[in-house]
């Protein structure tokens, strides 16, 4: 599978915006997606997981209640919606799939977001 993030950009602290990432293959309902991001001078750090079918979604702490995962499996399409975004939350997202494992084997190009003080 092969993945493609886009929606990043610049957004003042409080604001929102959502993020999509598109996939191509005709598996793409078979796959769990994550999303993961990297600060500058971090390391890349997870944000969320969605389920294959959707109905189970993980979070982490940094951004419970305020993200939210969703995908659509008609149109191979995940996406987050960030919302009340914090400067801290400055980073490349990227996308991710994995079919079997722990591991997220497949990554695609990450999409740039700047929050604003």
């Known amino acids: 599978v092969q993945l493609q993030a886009s929606g990043g950009g610049l957004v003042q602290a409080g604001g929102s915006l959502r993020l999509s990432c598109a996939a191509s293959g005709r598996t793409f309902s078979s796959y769990t997606l994550g999303w993961f991001r990297q600060a500058p001078g971090k390391a890349r750090e997870f944000v969320a997981r969605?389920?294959?079918?959707?109905?189970?979604?993980f979070y982490a702490d940094s951004v419970k209640g305020r993200f939210t995962i969703s995908r659509d499996n008609a149109k191979n399409t995940v996406y987050l919606q960030m919302n009340s975004l914090k400067p801290e939350d400055t980073a490349v997202y990227s996308c991710a799939a994995r079919d079997v494992g722990i591991y997220f084997r497949y990554w695609g190009q990450g999409t740039e977001l700047t929050v604003s003080s």
């Open positions: 969605i389920s294959e079918s959707g109905t189970t979604t």
